[in-house]
């Protein structure tokens, strides 16, 4: 999932579960960067470690910068811009749609994350009295 920086939803690609994010990075990358020019820096997270910082330079020209834990932290500790996008899942998980694995097929379910996403943002457009 890519987000910008407020946490609304740029892209999003469902995969087999033995496909690890950081191997289905490219794709989610190439379904955002027609609609995305005005990206330019990507925070990440430590997973994405090793060659991702300078294959998103060399194929996007983006930037890149991997969040790390603090060395001081203990426990969970809120770590910067690393929030965002898990805010993001907060939010999507509050529709019951996709707080389980109901979807057959990988396109339903992402077709699902834009349609949370929509009615999210429809409701901060037109909240209700």
Same mark, same amino acid.
């Not at 005005?38 to 820096?41: A, R, S, W, Y």
């Given at each position: 999932m890519l987000v910008d920086t407020p946490g609304l939803l740029l892209a999003a690609v469902v995969h087999p579960a033995d496909i690890q994010d950081r191997d289905g990075a490219d794709a989610?990358? =190439?379904q955002a960067a027609p609609q995305t020019r005005?990206?330019?820096?990507l925070w990440a $997270?430590? $997973?994405y470690r090793g060659g991702f910082v300078p294959w998103v330079q060399a194929v996007w020209g983006w930037t890149s910068e991997i969040v790390q834990r603090t060395a001081? =932290?203990?426990g969970f500790a809120v770590q910067p811009r690393r929030w965002v996008v898990e805010r993001t899942f907060a939010w999507l998980g509050r529709n019951r749609r996709l707080s389980k694995d109901y979807e057959e097929?990988? =396109?339903s379910s992402e077709t699902w994350l834009y349609l949370a996403m929509s009615y999210l943002l429809l409701r901060r457009l037109c909240p209700t009295s």
């Open positions: 989610v990358l =190439a005005h990206v330019q820096h $997270a430590s $997973a001081d =932290a203990v097929y990988p =396109a």
